[in-house]
């Protein structure tokens, strides 16, 4: 922990600390000099240099910088601002402990900041940490339930090899092809989560991309993979361009029209559906299923909600990780996303992704 | 002796190794396997195989590497394999002299049918004038006519530019196969043209309002997201 932390430190560039420390001390130096020019006692010299190196201590990272600049600060006092000025001269009686004083002053404020400093760090590590935690604590919940169906899929395959018909094999292997696939998806939006989560100004690999190759290309791989109930998708008849992510746009369009499968009970149709208004690109996936609950809307992109709400008994298929990966990528690129019910039944996810400058 | 075609796994994973290796052998072809580059760069040199399968995460040696080494002397077909994440390998790995890419995980089915796709294309390199007689690419209900360079939906002239039907002639020549941006833009622009996506999109657009009966649900002409494009096999 405490080596990482040093490594984050020095991560600021050296020339920023060095120009930082000069600035500082600099400073003091004219303040000196021109305050000089008013009155010729140099009884504040001494001050006005530990309060500097103070700041220095402040605002550069690590310790080092505030010894250095109290080091300098002393050699500067003592060549410019003591008697005889322009030159060194440690024997005057009383100095050599005003200057000693000074250097510990100085170098014990530096090492306060710096200890003040890393205990942020700590306090704000310690707090990503959490998170991390109770999202790995709800995960670790949900990825239990499909291990163990495939675990007992396979373990009554392999130990019942004589008994088993051929159907009832295959339906077992089956049971267990789709829990794996699911796992796979689990696992994906995981990677994507620590990939945003990792650093807060993320870095998305972002480009120009055709909206209807997006849109295509998810909608195959999703027919592919769910045959019912009918997907239908519309798009507008002039190209659009969005810049995002694709893989992960994609990955969001994935998770919402499997919610819409997994979920939507009742529904016989989902669409998808993308649209342009003014210089926002508007997509929408929506069902004619029953509807999202009205107590679960306020915390559907929370990825917890399943904690609080049980009413389907043991439902493996939790999809609140999901959308709450879906949000935070959609987020990540600037836009804004929302759930709501339609008036004639049926549930709408809709999420909204700016254009860009071009338009 | 036998006359099938064989087919090098080069990858570390032995579970994977093993459920590539049962599926194809069943599906009758010769598996040879090596674990990492250094055996996989021998194998390729002494056994000549028909086809390489390769991961791209090697422990001892960048995969990318592996498929510059071979296609310096051989153009032996070779399907990368690659984790979801990293876009930019495929990329790289194509436009090195890979012939085509599939994404862990991966299924069965999607496993053989890029395996077809590439033997189809060691017979398709000796015999390309035998496979289209008269000079036309057919998928469909589209036709490519190279001779008259004109594509035809339905019988019907689809009136594409010039420079539309360069990008259909190009990706039907490959057809099964991913062509990157960069490839396309090199062989249809220049090797000295701006890398400009924008360009390829907009060209892609309107050939998709032209030969697709519906854009949103293509036929003809995939997209790889991130990758290129892919027409789809001739008949």
């Known amino acids: ?359 | 002796m036998n006359n099938r075609y064989s087919i090098l796994i080069v990858e570390d994973e032995k579970s994977i190794v093993s459920f590539m290796k049962t599926i194809l052998t069943a599906n009758d072809y010769d598996v040879l396997v090596a674990r990492d580059g250094e055996q996989a760069l021998m194998m390729v040199n002494s056994h000549c195989p028909d086809m390489i399968i390769l991961d791209l995460g090697l422990p001892d040696m960048d995969g990318l590497k592996i498929i510059k080494a071979v296609r310096e002397w051989s153009q032996v077909p070779i399907i990368v394999v690659s984790a979801r994440s990293r876009e930019q390998d495929k990329v790289m790995a194509l436009d090195l002299g890979a012939d085509d890419y599939v994404t862990k995980p991966f299924g069965t089915s999607e496993l053989l049918a890029r395996v077809r796709t590439g033997i189809r294309h060691i017979i398709g390199r000796s015999a390309n004038a035998e496979a289209m007689p008269d000079g036309v690419f057919r998928a469909g209900d589209l036709s490519v006519d190279y001779k008259k360079r004109h594509v035809y939906v339905d019988g019907e002239d689809a009136h594409l530019t010039k420079v539309e039907y360069k990008i259909v002639s190009l990706l039907s020549e490959y057809a099964g196969r991913v062509l990157t941006y960069d490839f396309l833009i090199k062989n249809i622009w220049g090797q000295n043209a701006n890398y400009n996506n924008q360009i390829l999109r907009v060209n892609m657009a309107n050939i998709r309002r032209k030969i697709e009966k519906d854009p949103a649900d293509p036929k003809y002409i995939f997209t790889e997201m991130g990758v290129g494009y892919r027409m789809v096999d001739a008949d």
């Not at chain 1, 504040?44 to 402040?58: K, T």
């Not at chain 1, 089956?174 to 100004?201: F, G, P, S, Y």
């Not at chain 1, 993320?202 to 769910?226: C, G, M, N, Q």
Request: negative net charge; hydrophobic residues 45%.
């Open chain 1, 1 to 359: 922990m405490k080596r990482s932390l040093l490594r984050q430190q020095a991560s600021r560039p050296i020339v920023s600390n060095v120009l930082r420390t000069l600035f500082f001390l600099t400073v003091a130096t004219g303040i000196c000099i021109l305050l000089r020019m008013i009155d010729n006692r140099d009884t504040y010299v001494p001050m006005l240099f530990i309060l500097f190196v103070f700041l220095v201590a402040r605002y550069t990272d690590g310790f080092w910088y505030g010894v250095g600049a109290s080091l300098a600060g002393v050699l500067l006092v003592n060549y410019l601002f003591t008697y005889p000025y322009f030159n060194f001269n440690f024997t005057l009686a009383g100095y050599p402990i005003t200057i000693l004083c000074m250097l510990v002053v100085s170098t014990a404020t530096s090492m306060l900041t710096t200890q003040n400093k890393r205990q942020e760090q700590i306090r704000i590590e310690a707090e990503k940490e959490k998170t991390r935690s109770n999202l790995l604590r709800a995960v670790s919940h949900d990825l239990r339930t499909p291990l163990t169906s495939i675990l007992g899929a396979i373990s009554a395959v392999i130990e019942n090899d004589r008994i088993l018909g051929s159907e009832e094999r295959l339906s077992l292997l089956h049971d267990a092809q789709d829990d794996a696939r699911w796992l796979i998806k689990m696992v994906e939006n995981l990677l994507t989560i620590t990939r945003i989560d990792a650093d807060e100004n993320t870095r998305l690999y972002k480009e120009p991309e055709a909206v209807e190759e997006l849109i295509a290309s998810a909608a195959a791989k999703h027919r592919k993979r769910f045959g019912e109930p009918p997907l239908s998708v519309s798009i507008p008849s002039e190209l659009l361009m969005v810049p995002m992510d694709a893989v992960l746009i994609e990955q969001v369009i994935t998770n919402l029209l499997e919610n819409a499968v997994l979920h939507a009970k009742g529904a016989d149709r989902i669409t998808l559906s993308v649209r342009r208004e003014d210089s926002n690109a508007v997509f929408e996936v929506s069902d004619n299923g029953a509807g999202i609950p009205e107590k679960l809307l306020p915390h559907i992109f929370d990825g917890y909600f399943r904690q609080n709400y049980e009413e389907e008994g043991d439902s493996k298929r939790n999809m609140g990780i999901g959308l709450s990966v879906c949000e935070t990528i959609v987020r990540a690129h600037n836009g804004t996303m929302s759930a709501f019910n339609k008036e004639g039944g049926g549930a709408v996810f809709r999420f909204i992704l700016p254009l860009g400058e071009e338009y």
